[in-house]
């Protein structure tokens, strides 16, 4: 697999995650300053927001950026585009009330 440096990756029952991709094994993967993608709006799916980012930020919850996290079921790994890693970076910071 050619090393991608920027994904989005759907896990099995974690959730979305976007971020550097440090290694791969199997299912298992390690992410650097990874942002979990709890819901977004503006992208009908994965595939189009990995390559398109989303339309509506202020919709979106994307809680801040952990500095390393390991996925242990990583089922879909898709690479990001410079547009997508932008538009996700600039998702405010969701927090619940």
Do not use: H
Request: glycine letters at 6%.
């Amino acid at each position: 697999m050619k090393k991608w440096k920027y994904v989005v990756c759907r896990t099995y029952s974690a959730g979305v995650f976007a971020g550097e991709l440090v290694a791969r094994k199997g299912k298992e993967i390690e992410l650097r300053n990874a942002r979990r993608l709890w819901y977004w709006a503006g992208a009908a799916s994965l595939s189009q927001l990995s390559q398109e980012g989303v339309t509506e930020p202020n919709k979106c919850k994307f809680p801040r950026i952990v500095p390393r996290v390991v996925l242990t079921e990583c089922i879909e790994l898709l690479p990001l585009s410079d547009v997508a890693r932008k538009s996700i970076s600039e998702v405010p910071v969701w927090e619940s009330k």
